[in-house]
């Protein structure tokens, strides 16, 4: 041990020694006025909250060693254990980093569990990690039903109040769902994380939800232990924050001793249970051995601050309490206390020689599943369901704003057609018309949510309105509130949402609004979504296929945030599958593989509409209606496979979304001219198509990318490296827009690509020797 554990440890003994033992009594009978706790049940959380603390001596110690890696401690947190045992064993728990005591509590309720071992295992990054399989220390046990989070800050908030929203909406739907309907999700952070926005957004979101009389099970517990890292939290912050608020039921406990923990959160708990609306629980807690291993706190706090706190550790007063009472002598409990000590330092020794992961094949094996000839099957499903009938007939009010179904907006009638239960069925003769891209989409959605009771569309706008370009009219009337509705103008909730949905069987299916506003919230889909199978080895999984309206070329309208081209911070996320349709055919056979995708293999997917084309019915003169296409025969398109128009020989343009019409234009002007081009439309932007894109490259001898993102960080520059990189000898060049925003009125164009470029670069490629 080093010296702050060394103090820990001998604190606790003294502190034993120095207890006067109360009358024996039996260990059955109970310690608190209120009979939740008795001496047996005190005995178990004990151990609970000792493992947690020799957990910590021994993350610590291997460490030191070499053997262990980043692991942040839980001592002064232990009085946690409490909540998990006022809680059931299939309670879903999102659970803050400082969570072991809980974790312990709960996973040793589950037959065969060795929460020890686990936990070390994945100290040592072991590759029998029962929950990440080695690829990151986090507590988390598919049987214990606790859902591994990264330790970034509240970000698991969202997820939690979706998860609440969709456990009995998925009862109501008749959606296979890991969770009872009665289940009460319980979600856990520091009080540093209670001023994050994320937070903040989270818990308006859950207040609000349940105002407008929608079931919001969740119990928020803030461990409050005065700190944020270094930075001090007032001592009536929180509970100024959170104690008043309407619709938000406050809960307040001393997380140091165990029997007033317990009391509360029990207390709460039954609360959250059987009136199914939101509560806050305020455990008071000590920081006890610093923010992490590294942490040196003497460098930001009085030597009188970390005495104080020594004097409230929770392990320590739980022993006293036990001792006091008459259930265990002060040697009983040190020797208990060494009993846990000795087994958790052998198991530690037996896991330093565990397997750790030795190939990049084994560490990104969890990121996604990849089947596409089951996929496939998938998408090209039948119609089985009566269209429309699936919630509409007992609605209820969604969350955020209210969804009732009301009269269309008359604005948007002209815009598309009202989605058609017939027409989702397959039954009419609608969808062997040639359409738009948004009536495509339009009517791919009826279809999915005809088909599949697991499908919610939601967001911004989505229902009454029918979205603010009428790509989701008509679906709330058809479908019913509790399938299609409106959330808060909130991107975290809105991903938030989709992200607990989806954990509870769904295939939800957000809109945000435009491409610019999905930053407010990336961390939900790069810090939530795309690692949850890398940190659960594939056991949870974020099946979602997120709709976002986005690129350039609005006429009249916008500027940077109704015009944003910039995708980068999207594709470079592990995992996520980015599909960009250019015509309706596309975007209907794209949508209804990234749904398939999602419910198969688990697959994040963010389907990008380019705003520009969806209402374009034309290509090459007004009226010819070249731009329309019919959807009834394209139902499925392989992720990571290209669509090719035309045969030329002479030149390869490689596009996506806005660029292939631009592009297809120019290929029709060089044809004018005796050069005949192809063009690549790529579909996929992640993963991109490497197969089709060599085939067609090695063609033609020569490749043009149009890419209408920015130069810097842009398409282009990724497909470049494809070609370089499987040895293409031909000529490349790329034409983009600048590295630029979008301006406002005539000045996007002097900053976006278009046909002038395009055809110039063109010209440029076909000269040069």
Not at 8 to 21: C, G, I, K, N, S
Not at 210 to 231: A, K, R, W
Not at 351 to 370: D, I, M, P
Not at 560 to 581: K, M, T, W
Request: hydrophobic content about 45%; charged content about 20%; aromatic content about 6%.
């Amino acid at each position: 041990m080093n010296d702050r554990e060394a103090e820990l440890d001998q604190w606790f003994r003294a502190e034993v020694a120095a207890t006067t033992p109360g009358a024996a009594r039996p260990q059955h009978e109970t310690l608190t006025a209120d009979g939740t706790l008795t001496g047996a049940d005190c005995l178990e959380l004990f151990d609970s909250q000792a493992t947690a603390r020799h957990l910590d001596f021994a993350a610590r110690r291997l460490g030191r060693e070499g053997h262990g890696y980043y692991s942040i401690g839980s001592s002064g947190h232990e009085g946690n254990a409490a909540v998990a045992a006022a809680l059931r064993v299939n309670d879903p728990a999102l659970l803050h980093y400082r969570s072991a005591g809980f974790f312990v509590q709960r996973a040793r309720k589950v037959a065969g569990s060795d929460p020890v071992r686990d936990v070390l295992l994945g100290v040592v990054a072991a590759a029998s990690d029962p929950i990440s399989g080695g690829r990151h220390k986090v507590f988390g046990s598919k049987a214990a039903h606790v859902i591994p989070q990264t330790s970034t800050i509240a970000s698991q908030l969202p997820r939690a109040v979706g998860l609440a929203f969709a456990l009995e909406r998925a009862a109501q739907l008749g959606v296979p769902c890991e969770w009872p309907a009665d289940a009460v999700v319980v979600c856990s952070f520091g009080d540093a994380s209670a001023n994050h926005s994320t937070a903040a957004g989270a818990i308006n979101t859950a207040v609000h939800t349940t105002h407008l009389g929608v079931p919001m099970p969740i119990l928020f517990v803030c461990e409050d232990n005065g700190l944020g890292i270094s930075v001090p939290t007032p001592r009536t912050w929180i509970e100024h924050a959170y104690g008043s608020r309407p619709g938000l039921r406050y809960f307040e406990a001393d997380g140091a001793e165990v029997a007033d923990a317990h009391s509360a959160a029990t207390r709460a708990a039954e609360w959250v249970r059987t009136q199914r609306k939101p509560a806050f629980l305020r455990l008071r807690t000590v920081r006890l051995l610093g923010h992490a291993g590294s942490d040196v706190e003497s460098a930001y706090r009085r030597p009188a601050e970390i005495a104080a706190d020594l004097r409230r550790d929770p392990v320590s007063r739980t022993a006293r309490l036990l001792i006091s009472a008459g259930i265990a002598t002060p040697g009983d409990m040190l020797r208990r206390y060494d009993d846990i000590g000795a087994r958790v330092a052998a198991t530690a020794e037996s896991v330093c020689g565990e397997k750790q992961l030795t190939s990049a094949a084994e560490v990104v094996r969890a990121l996604a599943a990849n089947r596409p000839t089951v996929v496939r099957t998938d998408a090209l499903r039948a119609v089985e369901r009566p269209g429309g009938s699936s919630g509409a007939s007992n609605p209820v009010v969604a969350v955020g704003h209210s969804a009732t179904a009301g009269p269309v907006a008359a604005a948007f009638r002209t815009k598309a057609p009202l989605a058609d239960p017939a027409a989702a069925n397959g039954s009419g003769g609608d969808n062997s018309e040639p359409m738009t891209l948004a009536q495509a989409v339009n009517r791919t959605l009826a279809q999915l949510l005809t088909r599949d009771p697991d499908v919610l569309v939601f967001g911004e706008d989505v229902g009454r309105k029918g979205g603010v370009y009428g790509v989701t009219k008509g679906l709330q009337q058809t479908f019913g509130v509790r399938r299609v509705f409106d959330t808060l103008l909130d991107e975290q909730s809105v991903l938030g949402t989709a992200l607990g949905a989806a954990l509870a069987g769904f295939v939800p299916i957000p809109e945000i609004q435009y491409l610019a506003y999905v930053h407010n919230a990336e961390d939900q889909l790069r810090g939530e979504a795309a690692t949850l199978s890398f940190f659960s080895d594939g056991q949870y999984r974020n099946p979602l296929v997120v709709r976002i309206a986005g690129l350039a070329y609005q006429k009249g309208f916008g500027g940077h945030f109704h015009n944003d081209n910039s995708i980068a911070a999207l594709r470079d996320i592990p995992g996520v599958v980015i599909a960009a349709p250019a015509r309706a055919d596309d975007a209907a056979a794209l949508l209804r593989t990234c749904v398939s995708a999602a419910r198969v293999d688990g697959r994040v997917c963010v389907f990008l509409e380019p705003i520009a084309l969806y209402h374009t019915r034309d290509l090459h003169r007004p009226g010819d209606g070249a731009w329309l296409a019919p959807i009834s025969e394209v139902r499925h398109a392989e992720i990571g496979r290209a669509r090719v128009h035309g045969t030329g020989t002479h030149l390869t343009i490689v596009s996506f979304a806005n660029g292939v019409p631009m592009s297809l234009r120019v290929a029709r002007r060089l044809a004018a001219r005796g050069v005949h081009a192809r063009v690549l439309d790529l579909r996929w932007l992640s993963p991109l198509p490497i197969e089709d894109l060599l085939d067609n490259a090695r063609a033609t001898g020569r490749v043009l990318i149009a890419d209408e993102t920015r130069r810097s960080g842009g398409v282009s520059e990724a497909v470049f490296a494809a070609l370089l990189d499987a040895g293409f000898e031909g000529r490349i060049a790329r034409v983009t827009s600048a590295d630029s925003f979008v301006p406002l009125g005539p000045a996007a164009s002097t900053v976006l690509l278009d046909e002038d470029r395009i055809e110039a670069a063109a010209g440029k490629l076909l000269t040069a020797p």
